[in-house]
C-alpha cells in the first residue's frame, strides 16, 4: 500500500513538473489584435497585441481565448486570430530579425509593390522572421517569414535589421513622429495609441518596461517622484481628479510642452502645454523613469 502511495505521489509530482513546462503560448495573426474585457466582440477593448507577439493562453471559452501579453496584461481574444505555438517553437525563431520602424509598413507576397495588394499592412514596432535578403538590384527587399508560415516580402526602407535603446532626445523626436495619429481607446500600436499605450512604447524604447495603465504606472515603484518645478524632459506626467484615480498620462519634452494621445479638443497624438486648462489643473504627479 505504502509502495502504491508513493509511486502515485511521484507520478502526480511528474504530471505536475510537466504541467509547467507546457504553458500554452501563441502568436498574434492580425495586424492589430483587440483584446476585450469579455469573451464576446461586444465588450468593451481593455488592450491590444499587435502582429506576431507572442501571447499567453490562460483560458479558452468556446470562440474566445483569454490571453495574457508580455507585459503581464490580461484580455479575451478570438480564437482564429492566433495561432497555437508549440512548446519550443518561437516566433521570431532565431536568427535575424526585421522590426518595423515605419507607422505602418505594407508586406507583400512578392518582391513588386505594382503586381498585387499588399497581404497585410502591420504596425510600428511588428518583428518579422528574415528567411532572406536578395542583393544587386533586388536589395530593397527582404523576405520573411510570418507567424502563420506564409512567405512574404518588406522593404529594406521599412524596417531595421538592429534596433538601439534611444536617449530621451531621440524619444521625442521618435514621438513627433506620431502627432496626428488617432487615439484610440485600449490602443497599443501606431495604428492607433491610447493615452498609457503611447507613454509605455516611448519608455520601451527608452529600455524601460513600464506598467500598462496610467493608473499603476504613476504608483509604479520603479519610477521616482519629481515636483513640477524639478521636470525634464522624459518625465512622465498623470492627470485626473486624484492620486488615487488617475486617468491621463503624457510624455515631458521639455518648455513646459508634453506629447500624448488624447481624446481632449480632436482625438489624436498631440502637442499641448502644461500650464494650458485643464492640465495644469488635473497635474497629479510626475515620475522620471530614466536613470539620473
Given at each position: 500500500?505504502?509502495?502504491?502511495?508513493?509511486?502515485?505521489?511521484?507520478?502526480?509530482?511528474?504530471?505536475a513538473v510537466?504541467?509547467?513546462?507546457?504553458?500554452?503560448?501563441?502568436?498574434?495573426l492580425?495586424?492589430?489584435?483587440?483584446?476585450y474585457?469579455?469573451?464576446?466582440?461586444?465588450?468593451?477593448?481593455v488592450?491590444?497585441?499587435?502582429?506576431?507577439?507572442t501571447?499567453?493562453?490562460l483560458?479558452?471559452?468556446?470562440?474566445?481565448?483569454?490571453?495574457?501579453?508580455?507585459?503581464?496584461?490580461?484580455?479575451?481574444?478570438?480564437a482564429?486570430?492566433?495561432?497555437?505555438?508549440?512548446?519550443?517553437?518561437?516566433?521570431?525563431?532565431?536568427?535575424?530579425?526585421?522590426?518595423?520602424?515605419?507607422?505602418?509598413?505594407?508586406?507583400?507576397?512578392?518582391?513588386?509593390?505594382?503586381?498585387?495588394?499588399?497581404?497585410?499592412?502591420?504596425?510600428?514596432?511588428?518583428?518579422?522572421?528574415?528567411?532572406?535578403?536578395?542583393?544587386?538590384e533586388?536589395?530593397?527587399?527582404?523576405?520573411?517569414?510570418?507567424?502563420?508560415?506564409?512567405?512574404?516580402?518588406?522593404?529594406r526602407?521599412?524596417?531595421?535589421?538592429?534596433?538601439?535603446?534611444?536617449?530621451?532626445?531621440?524619444?521625442?523626436?521618435?514621438a513627433?513622429r506620431?502627432?496626428?495619429?488617432?487615439?484610440?481607446?485600449?490602443?497599443?500600436?501606431?495604428?492607433?495609441?491610447?493615452?498609457?499605450?503611447?507613454?509605455?512604447?516611448?519608455?520601451?524604447?527608452?529600455?524601460?518596461?513600464?506598467?500598462?495603465?496610467?493608473?499603476?504606472?504613476?504608483?509604479?515603484?520603479?519610477?521616482?517622484?519629481?515636483?513640477?518645478?524639478?521636470?525634464r524632459?522624459?518625465?512622465?506626467?498623470?492627470?485626473?481628479?486624484?492620486?488615487?484615480?488617475?486617468?491621463?498620462?503624457?510624455?515631458?519634452?521639455?518648455?513646459?510642452?508634453?506629447?500624448?494621445?488624447?481624446?481632449?479638443?480632436?482625438?489624436?497624438?498631440?502637442?499641448?502645454?502644461?500650464?494650458?486648462?485643464?492640465w495644469t489643473r488635473l497635474?497629479?504627479?510626475?515620475?522620471?523613469?530614466?536613470?539620473p
Open positions: 500500500m505504502r509502495l502504491l502511495l508513493t509511486a502515485g505521489i511521484l507520478l502526480a509530482a511528474v504530471a510537466a504541467a509547467g513546462r507546457t504553458t500554452r503560448r501563441a502568436v498574434a492580425e495586424p492589430v489584435l483587440d483584446m474585457s469579455k469573451p464576446t466582440r461586444e465588450a468593451d477593448v488592450s491590444q497585441a499587435r502582429y506576431a507577439q501571447v499567453e493562453v483560458e479558452e471559452q468556446g470562440e474566445f481565448w483569454r490571453v495574457k501579453t508580455p507585459d503581464e496584461y490580461p484580455g479575451w481574444v478570438e482564429r486570430c492566433v495561432r497555437v505555438l508549440g512548446e519550443s517553437e518561437q516566433y521570431p525563431s532565431q536568427g535575424e530579425v526585421a522590426t518595423v520602424e515605419a507607422l505602418a509598413a505594407h508586406i507583400y507576397r512578392e518582391n513588386s509593390v505594382t503586381r498585387h495588394r499588399p497581404l497585410l499592412t502591420v504596425p510600428f514596432e511588428t518583428r518579422l522572421e528574415v528567411v532572406e535578403q536578395p542583393v544587386a533586388e536589395s530593397r527587399w527582404i523576405a520573411v517569414r510570418l507567424p502563420d508560415d506564409r512567405k512574404g516580402w518588406i522593404q526602407g521599412d524596417v531595421a535589421l538592429e534596433t538601439r535603446v534611444l536617449a530621451v532626445h531621440d524619444l521625442i523626436e521618435l513627433r506620431f502627432v496626428g495619429r488617432p487615439y484610440t481607446w485600449g490602443g497599443t500600436t501606431s495604428f492607433g495609441y491610447d493615452c498609457s499605450g503611447f507613454t509605455q512604447m516611448l519608455c520601451r524604447r527608452g529600455g524601460r518596461d513600464i506598467p500598462r495603465d496610467s493608473s499603476k504606472q504613476a504608483v509604479w515603484e520603479g519610477m521616482l517622484e519629481v515636483r513640477r518645478e524639478e521636470l524632459a522624459g518625465d512622465l506626467l498623470y492627470f485626473g481628479p486624484t492620486l488615487a484615480r488617475v486617468n491621463h498620462t503624457g510624455f515631458y519634452i521639455g518648455n513646459g510642452e508634453f506629447i500624448h494621445s488624447t481624446t481632449d479638443s480632436r482625438p489624436a497624438v498631440q502637442v499641448s502645454r502644461l500650464d494650458d486648462e485643464p497635474l497629479v504627479a510626475c515620475r522620471r523613469w530614466t536613470k
